[in-house]
């Protein structure tokens, strides 16, 4: 079975597949008579295709069982999504170019202060939080229509859960 | 000086002003082969008008010295705008339907698992961390145009911070 290890997550090494949501290395504007720094424009939320309409949701994620298997990938050729921690709670982002292309599968350790926004078409493994009951906003396309794509593995991958680089 | 008191955050006690981003009394999809639960649609983006695109923004807020003292409201009137804490930690929040009606003033509890939205024109104090360094996830609307309103009181309020109903 193919094992993935876990890279860390940077802004760089995700460009491929969307943003990173952090502060992370930016420079933030004082506001609110300087009681806040606002740190702007930190995703892009592409979800008007086709007449969609921005949804905010939230969800609560289990932790899977350990090794953590990747059986299955999806994506959303409708519209962009994003995922924030809410509980400061490490978790894992798996994503791939090509899901019939094992060589194309990367894995990263998000920090609990790293949010993800998948593009358009980006192909993903649905959550996985490393902590149970992990909270997290939710900003994606509300439609009715088909905005789902899956695909199930020929071949079961794992995870390296042994080295997971957060700092 | 007027002392305003701070109330239980409710949706219903909210809803003539936005939204609260909340789980609560609400009943999830269940998703992701089981290991994710969904609660959908919390909050109404509204942020289209003129040409405004959504802007997903960090602001990192700090605590103002008590008694805090309310002196600005302000409101957008091209678009909405939701805070959701990212560390779980208690926050206020003051609003008004009229910025010069001492009586339309209302002041909130809002927990850490509390995320408000805005709506459109709705007349709002600049943001009210309990903690210091709160970090805030905000999605609000992104344009040159001249989206922010300001009113400054003519005789200050303050809040009554000795009661603070939270759960």
Not at 10 to 31: H, M, N, R, W, Y
Not at 102 to 108: G, I
Request: proline residues 7%; aromatic residues 8%; contains cysteine.
């Amino acid at each position: 079975m193919l094992t993935l290890s876990i890279e860390r997550l940077t802004k760089q090494a995700f460009a491929p597949f969307g943003e990173v949501v952090e502060t992370d290395g930016l420079t933030p504007l004082s506001i609110n008579q300087g009681y806040a720094r606002r740190f702007n424009d930190l995703a892009r939320i592409d979800v008007a295709a086709e007449g969609g309409q921005i949804n905010i949701s939230w969800f609560v994620a289990s932790v899977r069982p350990a090794p953590i298997a990747i059986r299955l990938m999806e994506r959303h050729p409708l519209g962009s999504q994003m995922f924030m921690p809410l509980n400061g709670a490490d978790w894992l982002v798996v994503v791939c170019t090509d899901p019939l292309a094992p060589s194309s599968y990367r894995a990263f350790a998000a920090t609990g202060h790293q949010g993800v926004n998948y593009a358009r078409n980006c192909w993903h493994h649905p959550l996985l939080a490393l902590k149970d009951a992990s909270p997290f906003l939710v900003v994606d396309r509300k439609a009715d229509d088909g905005n789902l794509e899956e695909h199930w593995l020929d071949e079961t991958m794992q995870l390296d859960l042994n080295r997971i680089p957060l700092s």
